[in-house]
């Protein structure tokens, strides 16, 4: 299944701009459609089946795989930038994508902070946005103003909704009978094996590790 779509409303000043959607490991295009029935009319929204999922007739791949098979899809439709957002797995292919062709990524939202901020500002092209959301990594890395500058990149900082949003959601799941898809269990003695899984992209569903 393949979604190409205008949304609806929104603020006059926002440029048009190209928009990808990876959705996660296992979904579906599906997954974005409340997002891109709240987004302005501005976005140009893309969301595709990652290889191996739906409609996609690529073999399910790793990361690399699948950010190929973006950069294809983006040629293909002729677009030489696009804003790439990725949902759980999807943010890997993002990122994956970003390194392989960095002048082509409009902007970078990283919530890692120190261990991935050297490689979220080498990602993004000339003119692009760095949004910043989380520190898991520590918050003090090296800013390299020289590429901020000389490729006029800029940083905006953002945080996730109120509490009450947080609430809200909490009972939506609950509500709706929402269950996340557990694609295997394994003891934390195969965690190794369990990431090269996910790496690979040969998993659907949560991996979960057991003491």
């Not at 006059?12 to 979904?27: C, I, K, M, N, T």
């Not at 579906?28 to 739906?54: E, F, K, M, N």
């Not at 509490?163 to 394994?186: C, H, R, T, W, Y």
């Amino acid at each position: 299944m393949t979604a190409d779509t205008r949304t609806t409303d929104g603020p006059a000043r926002l440029a048009a701009h190209e928009l990808v959607l990876l959705h996660g490991q296992p979904g579906s295009p599906a997954d974005w459609q409340p997002v891109t029935a709240r987004l302005p009319t501005q976005l140009h929204v893309i969301a595709a089946d990652r290889p191996g999922y739906g409609s996609s007739r690529l073999p399910a791949g790793g990361f690399a795989a699948n950010a190929r098979a973006v950069l294809d899809d983006l040629d293909a439709r002729g677009i030489t930038r696009a804003v790439l957002v990725g949902h759980s797995y999807g943010g890997g292919v993002a990122l994956a994508a970003a390194a392989l062709a960095p002048r082509r990524v409009e902007a970078v939202m990283d919530n890692v902070g120190e261990a991935t901020w050297p490689h979220t500002l080498e990602s993004v092209g000339r003119g692009g946005t760095v949004v910043t959301m989380g520190v898991t990594t520590g918050n003090d890395p090296s800013a390299n103003l020289m590429r901020l500058f000389v490729e006029q990149i800029t940083v905006a900082g953002t945080i996730m909704g109120t509490l009450e949003d947080m609430n809200n959601l909490i009972q939506f799941v609950i509500s709706a009978g929402i269950k996340p898809a557990i694609g295997q269990v394994l003891p934390m003695e195969k965690a190794k094996e369990g990431f090269n899984l996910m790496v690979e992209g040969r998993t659907h569903g949560k991996t979960v590790f057991t003491r």
